[in-house]
Nanobody
């Protein structure tokens, strides 16, 4: 079994910054990819950013140039640096990971979610 634990959400004013972190632990052989999704009230969950083991990144169109994803393979962590935040960035942010478990199984895991609110 694998656990993803997120931290770093909160309330920030428009134009401000937040940093989200997610740590994976458990029966992990290797992590193929990690990423962040978000879901605002009444909307579908959408991709924010993702990063593969070799460092290849991809971003949702609405966050390009403002958010930066990075990962530490040695620590099994992924970080999302969010700058120039806008009210429309308000959502619950979920960490996601595609993991090769020690058992040999390839699985997808989600974190519990962390609230980000951008408001004056």
């Amino acid at each position: 079994q694998v656990q993803l634990v997120e931290s770093g959400g909160g309330l920030v004013q428009p134009g401000g910054s937040l940093r989200l972190s997610c740590a994976a632990s458990g029966m992990i052989f290797s992590i193929v990819a990690m990423g962040w999704y978000r879901q605002a009230p009444g909307k579908q969950r959408e991709l924010v950013a993702g990063v593969t083991r070799d460092g290849t990144t991809n971003y949702g169109e609405s966050v390009k140039g403002r958010l930066t994803i990075s990962r530490d393979n040695a620590k099994n962590t992924v970080t999302l640096q969010m700058n120039s935040l806008k009210p429309e960035d308000t959502a619950v942010y979920y960490c996601n990971a595609r993991i090769h478990e020690i058992s040999g199984k390839l699985s997808f895991y989600w974190g519990q979610g962390t609230q980000v609110t951008v408001s004056s």
